[in-house]
């Protein structure tokens, strides 16, 4: 009887949960519409103005048009369906897509990685690098030992990335610029007041608002987004099949590949140039990778397939049956198409919807300099997390404004879509070729297919995107120079920081203190230890920074308790909280000191409220009680340097720490802890405290053993109150302030790149104390001069 009605609640709770995880993908389906298809669904704005805009004006006939519009269905067809829905989103990594995302992966299939700061130790961080590993000691092949060998393959690998990067951000500015345009341009086709220059003088108010918002979070108006996208998608759409129908209804013959070879049996050379206008009706499907993060492969692959392909492929449909009966309206196509009595609303969901698509582009920029400043090849600058909610959502402010100025000096500069779209494609389809050629490394290193299986695939999308590429490079001269002069320039940027941090982090490793000449100093250091902890930051993962012994020989005194922070990003999407530290011994036990690797991802975000101090004393004493458990007081003495260990903050190693509010106790500390500040220095702090609102949002919490803490070891008992009364009397941060320079014998190239650029580079970036969110009244900086 009871297994009888148990029966149909179990199916009933499967149907549930099916359902649910149906809404789901539904959900996350409709979102996508306002963050990933804004620029790919308002293509249809430029494309075919842009594809008979040079020599192919001269054969505007219903053959030429009619093998246009089969020329757009198979490039959506093959690209953004085929490539991109069908195979692309299926290498993601971990959730995460785009460039770096692909990067990341291979990286961890393959001793690829030119970050100087890798460890194995990172191959404890969950999944993400337990399947790396595994897969490294089961794939053997020629081509990953001979790229495994050769540094230079190595780093033109990353420099590609960084290209592709660079073209994402190529994308940033163009977009906002030829969209906003082609939908202002409107007015000039029902307006015949309006000139150029005034359609140009609107775009520019469009944009400088557009950009001005920025600092408000997407999150804020994202609910507009996506009823936005899905009315254009439906008003184009209908419009496209009303076209159809009223105009060529025999335009369906074009979805044939046979009209492609007659358009270019027709038009030959000019045909093939005509292919940089073509490729616009596939902007933006980049963004259906890049933008995984914020969905899944399921929701994406539902909104392309039911709505985005299927309006697009209507709406141009439609403008070919219409410019097949109207040739001469070619120069205004999308506009002239649209019936008279529905030309204003759709001119408002127009501008509305370039706005969606300029919005998304510029998220996706704030993400990409994000993750290139987080694996060290971009300067370090200012990342506001605009949203509690949405993890993803940041806002960089500087970047903000050089996209604006930029975005203004394209549209006032060229003020033509023509030349903006040359450019436009070139960014573009750049992006592609770039994916195109890590994919096919992905399928041998990470898929672990057949190398025949992976030149098949480049083969046919190499020489497909080639084509594109070839046809868009022959427009350098007509505004194609725009991506690539703005490429460079970051690029340059990006080889100048990464170069500068690299040799940086070989002159410390260089030099780093013996640990010999620490044990001859004794427990004491050979110098006095005041209360409070130290924490000396450094960018090595082993040894002792030469900034310790140049401290130490400066000054008389050191704190008591000492931990050598090194805050680095792995290659991995996100690091979980229970993942974050890394703790290690640093010589004898008496010695007090220790080693605190904290490590995120490249889309992890730092945020100002994370109580750095409090999540680092738990983590070191619940590694005291774990090394007290698990190794014997012989072996750890033995050790000078000790193994690293994750510290979980969910695991529970003998008996934790007691954490309470100091606030709720009434005191910020015990009784028998001492300040090593002075009288006036704590009033000092405490002004600081009250009028620095990231300070004050800090949770002050006080330590204990617990109780019932009499069983443990006397040793480590002691190192445990030694490490509480530390953290009670003051937390002091130090850093280097280093200045690098090249040596004297270095070539001019050498010394123009660090003395001059990277030089300049570092004094007009963020601070690494402000950019660690480091409180400056507690912030000790030793000034050090590199000569690399």
Excluded at 248 to 271: C, E, R
Excluded at 552 to 575: G, R
Aim: charged fraction near 15%.
């Amino acid at each position: 009887m009871d297994d009888q009605e148990r029966g149909p609640t179990s199916d009933a709770d499967n149907r549930r949960a099916y359902l649910k995880g149906y809404y789901k993908h539904l959900l996350l389906a409709y979102q996508s519409f306002g963050v990933v298809y804004g620029d790919l669904s308002t293509s249809p704005l430029y494309v075919y103005k842009s594809t008979f805009s040079g020599r192919l004006r001269g054969y505007q006939d219903e053959q030429t048009i009619f093998g246009a519009f089969s020329l757009i269905f198979w490039t959506l067809t093959l690209i953004p369906l085929l490539k991109y829905v069908f195979i692309v989103l299926s290498a993601d990594d971990n959730g995460e897509g785009g460039t770096f995302a692909l990067y990341s992966l291979l990286c961890r299939h393959a001793k690829l990685s030119l970050l100087p700061n890798q460890q194995a130790a990172d191959e404890e961080l969950s999944t993400y690098y337990r399947k790396g590993a595994a897969n490294r000691n089961m794939i053997s092949s020629p081509l990953k030992r001979f790229l495994e060998k050769h540094k230079k393959l190595r780093t033109c690998l990353l420099l590609v990335v960084l290209f592709g990067a660079c073209m994402v951000i190529g994308d940033g500015v163009l977009t906002p610029s030829i969209s906003v345009l082609s939908s202002i341009s409107g007015l000039q086709f029902n307006v015949e007041r309006l000139n150029n220059r005034d359609v140009v003088i609107i775009s520019c108010v469009v944009l400088v608002g557009l950009f001005a918002l920025q600092h408000r979070g997407t999150h804020r108006v994202a609910f507009m987004f996506a009823p936005i996208v899905i009315i254009w998608l439906l008003c184009v759409g209908t419009i496209g099949l009303y076209n159809t129908i009223h105009w060529n209804p025999k335009i369906y013959h074009a979805l044939s590949p046979y009209y492609i070879v007659k358009f270019f049996k027709v038009t030959g050379k000019d045909g093939w140039l005509s292919l940089g206008g073509i490729l616009l009706c596939i902007t933006g499907s980049e963004a259906m990778f890049a933008d995984l993060g914020h969905f899944n492969s399921a929701s994406i692959r539902v909104a392309f397939i039911g709505v985005i392909y299927p309006c697009l492929v209507l709406q141009y449909m439609g403008q070919a049956a219409y410019l097949s009966k109207n040739l001469s309206h070619v120069p205004t196509s999308f506009y002239a198409s649209i019936p008279k009595p529905v030309f204003w609303p759709v001119f408002v969901v127009a501008t509305l919807a370039a706005i969606v698509a300029s919005q998304a582009i510029i998220s996706a920029t704030f993400s990409i300099v994000k993750q290139c400043q987080a694996l060290g090849c971009f300067p370090r600058v200012k990342v506001v997390h605009t949203s509690k909610w949405m993890y993803g959502q940041i806002y960089i402010p500087e970047i903000n404004w050089i996209l604006m100025v930029l975005g203004l000096a394209v549209t006032i500069g060229f003020r033509d879509i023509n030349l903006i779209g040359n450019a436009y494609g070139i960014a573009c389809i750049t992006v592609m070729f770039v994916t195109t050629w890590l994919m096919a490394l992905v399928i041998i290193f990470v898929w672990q297919k057949n190398v025949i299986l992976a030149a098949l695939f480049l083969l046919f999308f190499g020489l497909l995107e080639g084509c594109y590429l070839s046809s868009s490079i022959m427009k350098v001269s007509k505004g194609g120079w725009a991506p690539l002069a703005l490429s460079f320039v970051f690029m340059f940027v990006m080889y100048v920081w990464h170069y500068g941090t690299r040799k940086k982090y070989l002159f410390d490793m260089q030099n780093k203190v013996s640990m010999k000449w620490i044990l001859t100093l004794g427990p004491s250091l050979g110098i006095v230890r005041v209360p409070g902890v130290g924490l000396i930051y450094t960018e090595l993962v082993t040894g002792v920074p030469a900034i310790f012994s140049h401290f130490v020989t400066n000054l008389p005194a050191f704190h008591q308790v000492l931990v050598f922070v090194c805050v680095k990003f792995v290659p991995v999407p996100y690091v979980t909280a229970d993942e974050r530290y890394l703790i290690g011994r640093i010589g004898p036990r008496p010695y007090r000191m220790y080693r605190c690797i904290v490590r995120y991802g490249y889309k992890d975000v730092q945020k100002d409220e994370d109580d750095f101090e409090n999540h680092l004393v738990m983590s070191i004493a619940e590694f005291i009680q774990m090394e007290a458990e698990e190794s014997s007081a012989g072996s750890s003495e033995a050790s000078p340097d000790g193994r690293m260990a994750v510290v979980r903050t969910s695991e529970r190693f003998g008996t934790r720490l007691v954490v309470r509010d100091a606030e709720e106790e009434g005191t910020s500390l015990p009784t028998n802890a001492y300040s090593s500040k002075s009288e006036t220095l704590q009033s000092l702090q405490s002004i600081y405290e009250e009028r620095s609102p990231s300070v004050s949002r800090r949770r002050r919490v006080r330590f204990e053993l617990p109780p019932q803490a009499d069983y443990m070891d006397l040793e480590v008992r002691r190192e445990l109150s030694e490490l509480l009364e530390a953290k009670h009397a003051g937390v002091a941060y130090i850093m280097g302030h280093s200045y690098i320079k090249a040596r004297r014998n270095s070539s001019f190239l050498k010394k123009f790149v660090i003395d001059v650029a990277y030089s300049f580079l570092r004094k007009n970036c963020r601070g690494p104390g402000v950019a660690l969110n480091i409180p400056h009244i507690s912030l000790i900086e030793v000034g050090m001069i590199y000569y690399v």
